[in-house]
C-alpha cells in the first residue's frame, strides 16, 4: 500500500515562481524523505528531515513537517526549467522499508 | 564511482516467459529494494532484502522472485504467474534500515 498521498498530482508555472508540493501520510514515522524523479529515470534523494524536526533547508529547497496533522510540504524557490521533474515524498513507517506516495509533476516553464 | 546498476534498460517478453533483471551495487550497501513503478504512479515495494542470504515481500511480491547470494547483487525474475509485468523496475540500495536510498536507472519491461 502507499503510504503517502502528494498533492496536487499536477503543476505548471513559469521559471521565476516558488512551487509548493504537499504529502499527507498515515502512520508515524522515523523520517520523512523527498525524492526527485526526472522522466524515464531513477529517482534521486533531496532532502530528509526526522519526526523531531519541524523545517529543513537545502539551497533552493525547504521542506516543513507537521507530525500531528501526518503531513509534510516541499518548497522549490525560483523555480527553473530544469526543476522540471515528478517529486514523491516517502516514508518509513517506523520499519526497514521506504513507502513512497503518489508524486507531483512539477512542470516549469521557460 | 560508486553506483548501482541495472541492465538490461529495456527488455521485451513474450507471454509466459521468465526474466531475470540484474541490479549490482558498489556502495557497499547492506539493504536493497526492488519496485515496480507504472505510468503516472508512485512506487510499490516488490521485495526488499536488509542482509544477505535473506529477504522479504513487499506489496506485490506476487509474480516475482528474488535473491541474495552476495551483498553486491540483488537479482528480480519476474515469473510467468506475474499477470501484468509491463512496467518500469526500479533497484535501490541504503545503509540498514529506511535511510536515504540510491536508485538505478531503471529496466523498462514490455510483454509482448
Known amino acids: 500500500s502507499q503510504q503517502g498521498e502528494e498533492d496536487p498530482q499536477a503543476l505548471s508555472i513559469q521559471e521565476g515562481e516558488n512551487a509548493t508540493m504537499n504529502c499527507s501520510y498515515k502512520?508515524?514515522?522515523?523520517?520523512l524523505q523527498w525524492y526527485r524523479q526526472n522522466s524515464g529515470r531513477g529517482l534521486v534523494h533531496l532532502i530528509l528531515?526526522?519526526?523531531?524536526?519541524r523545517e529543513k533547508h537545502s539551497g533552493r529547497l525547504r521542506v516543513t513537517l507537521d507530525t500531528s496533522k501526518k503531513s509534510s510540504s516541499l518548497l522549490i524557490t525560483a523555480s527553473r526549467a530544469a526543476d522540471t521533474a515528478s517529486y514523491f515524498c516517502?516514508?518509513?513507517?517506523?520499519?526497514?522499508?521506504?513507502?513512497f506516495g503518489t508524486g507531483t509533476r512539477l512542470q516549469v516553464f521557460p | 564511482d560508486g553506483g548501482i546498476t541495472q541492465s538490461p534498460k529495456y527488455l521485451f517478453r513474450k507471454e509466459g516467459q521468465n526474466v531475470t533483471l540484474s541490479c549490482e551495487q558498489n556502495?557497499?550497501?547492506?539493504?536493497m529494494y526492488w519496485y515496480r513503478q507504472d505510468p503516472g504512479q508512485g512506487l510499490r515495494l516488490i521485495y526488499y532484502?536488509?542482509?544477505?542470504?535473506?529477504?522479504q515481500k513487499g506489496d506485490i511480491a506476487e509474480g516475482y522472485s528474488v535473491s541474495r547470494e552476495k551483498k553486491e547483487s540483488f537479482p528480480l525474475t519476474v515469473t510467468s504467474a506475474q499477470k501484468n509485468p509491463t512496467a518500469f523496475y526500479l533497484c535501490?540500495?541504503?545503509?540498514?534500515?529506511?535511510?536515504?536510498?540510491?536508485f538505478g536507472a531503471g529496466s523498462r519491461l514490455t510483454v509482448l
Open positions: 532484502s536488509q542482509i544477505v542470504n535473506d529477504f
Open positions: 528531515i526526522r519526526s523531531n524536526e
Open positions: 556502495l557497499n550497501h547492506d539493504a
Open positions: 502512520t508515524s514515522i522515523n523520517n
Open positions: 535501490a540500495s541504503g545503509s540498514s534500515g529506511a535511510n536515504v536510498l540510491t
Open positions: 516517502a516514508t518509513d513507517d517506523l520499519g526497514d522499508k521506504l513507502i
